[in-house]
């Protein structure tokens, strides 16, 4: 639950100053022994959904439209493993160079040789 509302938090924060005092458009929170469901609409293109587990899992996704302009959106697992979240607006490293790939196949096709025991 804790992840959730910091994701909700974020969510509004994001949003541009001018477009803070939006309305709800709909909300929904349902809040059960075996889990939970919430869904939230505003005025300002703000939208997020969570469900969770009695284990503490959940999935969901906020989207909202940045200060750019550029419609953002996340969808997430946060269980056991950890938060897990994917999006084309988060960064990625950078693609492995060639040399090091070569390397990793050159190992891969020469396996280093055991070493007898004293």
């Not at 001018?18 to 005025?43: C, N, P, Q, W």
């Not at 969770?52 to 056991?80: C, F, L, R």
């Amino acid at each position: 639950m804790k992840y959730f509302i910091l994701f909700a938090l974020f969510a509004f924060a994001a949003a541009a100053e001018d477009e803070m005092h939006a309305e709800i458009k709909e909300m929904t929170s349902d809040v059960r022994a075996d889990g939970f469901e919430y869904k939230l609409d505003t005025t300002n293109n703000i939208h997020e959904e969570a469900v969770g587990d009695a284990n503490g899992n959940m999935h969901g996704s906020y989207e909202y439209i940045s200060p750019e302009g550029e419609h953002i959106k996340v969808t997430y697992v946060a269980d056991e493993n950890g938060y897990h979240p994917e999006s084309d607006v988060l960064p990625t490293p950078p693609p492995i160079p060639e040399a090091i790939l070569k390397a990793i196949e050159y190992i891969k096709a020469h396996p280093p040789k055991d070493e007898p025991t004293q």
